[in-house]
C-alpha cells in the first residue's frame, strides 16, 4: 500500500525544475504526481512516478541530492465534503499529516490525494477501517 | 618515562621566565649582530641590544612576517654564515617564493630534543617502533620526526609518505608501535586497512603523532577509533623550526610548547598589541636559541590562545589550544574579525555537512552582510521543509557562537562550489564602500 516518493532538492536559480523533467524524460519516466514546497532559497520538488527506483537512481548521477520517502495514496469521492471523510478519520485517530497534494487522476468520479503522515501503516489501517480507499502501489505507478 | 627532559618541561614559572630572559639576550645580540636586516628595524625603532633585558621587553621588539624570509631569499636572514649550516630545509611557496629555513648542528640538536619529547608524550621509549610516514625531503616533518625518534632511542622506519598497502604491511610486520603522519593520512590508512581486510588488533600499534594539516576532535575520534590508538596533536612551523614547537601530551587538553626554546605571545593581527592572558589572538613566537634562522616575534598568522596553568601531566610548559583559524584571509565584518578558516571548523564539526562553503560578504544600507554558502547532500536532505531549515538553523547557531555573527545560510546543489587542492576561492566580498 505504501507508494514510493522521489523528493529532490532545488537550489532557487531557474533552470533547475526544468532539468530534473529533462532527465526523467529521457529515461523514459513518467511522472503522475508533483508538488513543490519553496522556501526563499530553495524548493522540495516531490514526485510520484511510475518507476521510483530508476528515477532516483538516474537523478542522482545526474548530481541531484535525492531521497525517497513513503506515503500513501488515497481516492475519495470527487465531491463536496469527500476530502474531508479521509482527513477527519485521520484527526480523530490523531494521526498528523506533514503534507499532501492532490494528483493528476484518470478516472472521472474519483479524487485521488498523496499523504505523507508520520505513521504511514496506522494511517492505512485507520483509513481502510473506515471504508476510504487506499491505493496499491502498482496501480499508482501506473497511472 | 614520562617526561624525556623534566628540568625545562616541569621548570617552575619564575624559573622558566629566567631561562627566557637570558636566552633572548643573547639571541638578540646575535641577530643585531649577524643580520643586516634585524639591525635596521631595530635602529629604525631606536633600540640597541641592550634595551632588551628580560622576557618582558620582548613586546618591544620589531615582528617578522612570512615577506621578509621571502624578501631576503634565500639566506638573507641567516644569522651563521653557511660554513656552520648543515641543513636547509623549505616550505612550498603556493603564493611566492619558497620559504628557506637553515640549521647549525646545535639547531638539529635543539630540534631533535623537542621532538624527543613529542614522543615521549606519546609514550614512546627505546623500545618503541616508529614509523615515520611523514614526507622527507624539503619538507620539514619526515626529517623532524625521524630524529626526534631517534633521540628517544626508539627504532626508526623511516618509510615517507605514500604506497599505503606496504605501509600497512610493515607496521604489521615489524609491529609499529607509534604512527607519525599526516591525521587526514591515518584516516586514509584506516580505510585502506578495511579494504585489505586488516583488522587492528592485528596490529601493534598503540600511539599516533599527528599534524602538519588541520584537523578536527571528530578526526581524532575516528582515528582512535578506527586505529585503536591514543592521537597525539602537534604543532610546528619550519620557520620556528619544523615539528616539535609544541605537542600535547597524554591528557590531550592543549600542546605543551617547548617555552625553553620558542617563546609565544598572542596579539591582535590588526593593532598588533599584546593581548590579555587567555585572550584568543594571532600566535606570534620568538625563538631564543636557534643559530642558524633565529626569528624575532615571528608572525604565524595561526589564531590560537594560551594556557598559563599547570596540566595535569606536571609539565608548566604554557599549552597553546589547536590552531582555529588563520589571520591572512580575514574579513571584517560589522567590526569582527572573521576568518574563513574559523567557519571551516565550524562546518567541518558537523557531521551532516559537506566541509565545502562559499562566503558572500555584502553591503546593503550600509549594513555588512555575510552570506555562506553550504551544499546540501544526502545526510541533510529531507523531503520535509521543517527538517532542513532545522540543519540550517543548526548551522546558523553554530556559526553566531564561534564567531559571533549572524550570517545567513544558503544550501546550494552538490558539487556547485569550487574544489581545489590547497587555495579554493572561499571568499566573494561584493562590498563597495563609498
Not at chain 1, 472521472?108 to 483509513?127: F, G, M, N, Y
Not at chain 2, 624578501?71 to 603564493?95: C, K, M, Q, W
Request: glycine residues 8%.
Amino acid at each position: 500500500m505504501l507508494i514510493k516518493q522521489i523528493s529532490v532538492f532545488l537550489e532557487n536559480k531557474s533552470g533547475r525544475l526544468a532539468e530534473v523533467t529533462k532527465v526523467l524524460g529521457q529515461n523514459n519516466i513518467d511522472i503522475s504526481a508533483l508538488s513543490i514546497a519553496d522556501t526563499t532559497d530553495f524548493g522540495i520538488l516531490r514526485l510520484i512516478v511510475n518507476n521510483p527506483d530508476m528515477a532516483e537512481k538516474v537523478l542522482k548521477d545526474n548530481q541531484f541530492t535525492v531521497s525517497s520517502t513513503n506515503v500513501i495514496a488515497v481516492g475519495v469521492e470527487d465531491k463536496p465534503g469527500g476530502l474531508y471523510k479521509a482527513l477527519g478519520v485521520l484527526e480523530n485517530n490523531d494521526t498528523g499529516i506533514e503534507y499532501m497534494y492532490a494528483f493528476v487522476g484518470k478516472t472521472s468520479d474519483e479524487a485521488l490525494v498523496i499523504l505523507r503522515v508520520d505513521d504511514s501503516d496506522k494511517a492505512i489501517d485507520i483509513l481502510t477501517n473506515n471504508g476510504i480507499e487506499v491505493l496499491s502501489s502498482d496501480k499508482v505507478y501506473k497511472l | 618515562m614520562q617526561y624525556w627532559n623534566p628540568t625545562f618541561e616541569c621548570m617552575p614559572r619564575e624559573e622558566m621566565a629566567r631561562v627566557q630572559s637570558e636566552r633572548l639576550i643573547n639571541t638578540v645580540k646575535r641577530i643585531y649582530h649577524n643580520v643586516p636586516f634585524y639591525r635596521e628595524k631595530m635602529q629604525k625603532k631606536g633600540l640597541e641590544p641592550g634595551d632588551i633585558k628580560t622576557v618582558e621587553d620582548l613586546k618591544y621588539l620589531p615582528f617578522t612576517y612570512k615577506q621578509d624570509l621571502r624578501d631576503n631569499y634565500p639566506y638573507g636572514l641567516f644569522a651563521a654564515p653557511l660554513s656552520e649550516i648543515v641543513r636547509i630545509h623549505a616550505s612550498s611557496g603556493t603564493t611566492g617564493k619558497q620559504t628557506v629555513v637553515g640549521y647549525t648542528r646545535k639547531d638539529i640538536d635543539t630540534w631533535s630534543e623537542v621532538m624527543a619529547r613529542t614522543f615521549t608524550c606519546a609514550g614512546a621509549t627505546k623500545e618503541s617502533i616508529i614509523q615515520v610516514a611523514y614526507g622527507y625531503g624539503l619538507f620539514t616533518g619526515g626529517l623532524g620526526a625521524h630524529y626526534g625518534a631517534e633521540r628517544v632511542g626508539a627504532s626508526v622506519i623511516p618509510i615517507s609518505g605514500g604506497n599505503t598497502k606496504r605501509q600497512l604491511q610493515l607496521m604489521k610486520d615489524f609491529g609499529t608501535t607509534i604512527l607519525a603522519c599526516a591525521p587526514s593520512y591515518a584516516l586514509f590508512m584506516a580505510e585502506e586497512m578495511e579494504e585489505m581486510g586488516l583488522k587492528k588488533e592485528e596490529l601493534k600499534i598503540k600511539a599516533g603523532v599527528f599534524g602538519a594539516e588541520p584537523w578536527t576532535e571528530n578526526m581524532r575520534k575516528e582515528i582512535q577509533d578506527r586505529l585503536g590508538i591514543m592521537a597525539i596533536d602537534i604543532y610546528g612551523l619550519s620557520e620556528i623550526i619544523g615539528p616539535g614547537v609544541a605537542t600535547e601530551c597524554q591528557h590531550r587538553c592543549g600542546m605543551h610548547i617547548a617555552e625553553d626554546h620558542f617563546i609565544p605571545e598572542i596579539i591582535d593581527p590588526v593593532t598588533e598589541e599584546v593581548l590579555p592572558l587567555g585572550s584568543e589572538g594571532e600566535l606570534v613566537f620568538t625563538t631564543v636559541t636557534k643559530e642558524g634562522l633565529p626569528l624575532i616575534r615571528y608572525r604565524t598568522r595561526d589564531i590560537s590562545k594560551l594556557n598559563y596553568e599547570k596540566c595535569e601531566c606536571g609539565r608548566t610548559a604554557v599549552r597553546m589550544s589547536k590552531v582555529s583559524g588563520r589571520t591572512d584571509d580575514m574579513l571584517i565584518i560589522r567590526g569582527v574579525n572573521v576568518f574563513p578558516s574559523q567557519i571551516e571548523s565550524v562546518l567541518l564539526e558537523m557531521a551532516e555537512v559537506a566541509p565545502h562553503y562559499m562566503l558572500i560578504v555584502d553591503r546593503v544600507d550600509n549594513l555588512d552582510l555575510l552570506e555562506v554558502w553550504v551544499e546540501m547532500n544526502q545526510n541533510m536532505f529531507s523531503d520535509e521543509v521543517k527538517k532542513i531549515e532545522q540543519v540550517e538553523r543548526k548551522i546558523r547557531t553554530e556559526l553566531d557562537s564561534a564567531i559571533g555573527i549572524n550570517a545567513k545560510v544558503k544550501l546550494v546543489e552538490p558539487k556547485t562550489i569550487e574544489r581545489s587542492e590547497g587555495k579554493a576561492k572561499r571568499v566573494i566580498d561584493k562590498r563597495v564602500l563609498k
